[in-house]
């Protein structure tokens, strides 16, 4: 399969930069575009020279090396409980962990790379770090699609050049990436959660979700919007994520946990079954956040929320790839983190110069739907419903309110009329099979659904003597 126009550029500009000298750089694709691709056809480029290409994790090292082999790229691995002898070695693709720890050995001491390739290079900056001070003049390619740390900050004192490809947007437009959809869900509120090492304390994190109840209606939401869909879903700890199972299976969905002591074999188990789709959701702990190659997987469902905006990118971007065999049309990511009014929409413009931030429009949550679109757009850019039209008449849009009913899909439950959530959903299925009312404030049309729910709490907002509003 030819190069895409856009990957032809990047090895172009990579070649042009290394050759006038500007030989420590990072290349930026984001997740599904292809970045292993560039740099195996730069590994072709280089001729004899020798190249070192380190990777993080062991999920990435099978990955690559698979993709060496695939075009006949000829390599010696190293990692744990190997020790190659690399005499007539020109490729070594190695675990950034062994590397580091057997810098200083004999192994060393005769061969060097005379270009080094650092994939996932936000990670363990510090290792690549020792690694680079090995080989001081020695070229460096870094590869990433988040090209900040996860404390925020740059890689420029790594690697001073940047060479930026083509955004999510523009490769969901070329149709390289799926079109994503985001729909809000409940989050727990963490305003008060102590902030460690650049991200949210862990411990405290699950039990906000387990303690505001946010998990149990996770399922719901799930059932609503994404309903057969292979889902991944990043939990905030391992309590958590087994209880979101526990409540899944509750709700009759076929859901599995997995986390970092699960034994190797049983990870893939599960994964081969998410992707034969023997399971539904796959709840996971510190996992699958780069390398996991699922490209059947059509929804991601966030219950971590992060002030990592590599971190957030990384989890949402394993749902972006196309599928020809199950015809994904897009994907569903079901945000009950808030990380997308924290960190803009998956397919927002980022500016990398300045940590990945999103230049993008302020965001509102679709009164009907619940997807997030843009403030300034009246009409949703997802169920097409038109916040206040204008051009239409009183009367027209009366006429019309029962065909906007039955083409409005079933609308989250709010927050007021939570403690009759199961009625909710009831009396919405009756609203789009009738077509009875929607509210709308500009015509002083009262909802059905509303008018029901509300007889079942009195004015005050009390229901059985508590508030719920």
Not at 50 to 56: E, F
Not at 106 to 127: A, C, G, M, R, Y
Not at 198 to 215: F, W
Not at 374 to 397: G, L, P, W, Y
């Amino acid at each position: 399969m030819p190069n895409r126009v856009y990957q032809d550029d990047m090895i172009n500009s990579v070649t042009d930069l290394v050759a006038n000298g500007n030989d420590k750089l990072t290349i930026q694709l984001p997740t599904g575009s292809g970045k292993t691709r560039i740099a195996t056809e730069l590994v072709t480029r280089i001729g004899n020279r020798r190249a070192a290409y380190i990777v993080p994790s062991e999920e990435i090292f099978e990955q690559t090396s698979s993709k060496f082999n695939e075009l006949g790229i000829e390599h010696t691995v190293l990692k744990a409980g190997k020790k190659p002898d690399l005499y007539h070695t020109r490729i070594l693709l190695a675990m950034s962990q062994t590397l580091a720890r057997r810098k200083d050995t004999n192994v060393f001491s005769t061969w060097f790379p005379d270009i080094l390739f650092i994939d996932e290079i936000h990670k363990l900056l510090q290792q690549h770090k020792n690694v680079v001070k090995l080989w001081p003049r020695c070229p460096v390619i870094g590869l990433t699609a988040t090209p900040v740390r996860l404390d925020g900050k740059s890689l420029s004192d790594l690697t001073p050049y940047l060479v930026v490809g083509p955004s999510i947007s523009q490769l969901q437009r070329d149709r390289f990436l799926v079109p994503s959809i985001t729909y809000f869900g409940p989050a727990p509120d963490i305003k008060n959660i102590r902030v460690t090492r650049g991200d949210y304390e862990a411990s405290a994190l699950q039990k906000a979700y387990l303690r505001q109840g946010v998990i149990d209606v996770v399922p719901e939401y799930w059932k609503l919007r994404a309903r057969g869909r292979r889902t991944i879903l990043f939990a905030p700890g391992v309590e958590a994520s087994k209880r979101l199972v526990q409540v899944y299976r509750d709700h009759g969905v076929r859901a599995e946990h997995v986390d970092g002591e699960t034994p190797k074999r049983e990870r893939k188990a599960a994964l081969e079954r998410l992707r034969k789709h023997q399971i539904d959701v796959l709840c996971n702990v510190g996992l699958f956040i780069e390398g996991l190659d699922i490209i059947e997987v059509d929804c991601i469902t966030l219950c971590q929320p992060t002030k990592s905006v590599s971190r957030y990118l990384q989890q949402v971007g394993r749902g972006l790839r196309p599928s020809l065999l199950t015809q994904k049309e897009n994907l569903i990511v079901l945000d009950h983190s808030d990380n997308t009014r924290y960190h803009g929409r998956v397919e927002a413009h980022r500016d990398w110069q300045r940590g990945g931030r999103a230049i993008d429009v302020e965001l509102r949550v679709c009164r009907f739907c619940g997807a997030y679109t843009s403030k300034d757009d009246t009409q949703c850019i997802h169920c097409k419903f038109n916040e206040e039209d204008k051009r239409i008449s009183m009367v027209a849009a009366q006429e019309s309110a029962k065909d906007l009913s039955k083409s409005t899909p079933l609308r989250v439950c709010p927050r007021w009329a939570g403690s009759v959530r199961r009625l909710w959903y009831t009396l919405e299925r009756e609203r789009v099979e009738n077509g009875y009312p929607l509210p709308n404030i500009k015509l002083g049309i009262e909802g059905y659904v509303e008018n029901q729910c509300r007889k079942k709490i009195n004015f005050k907002g009390l229901h059985n003597g508590k508030r719920i509003c």
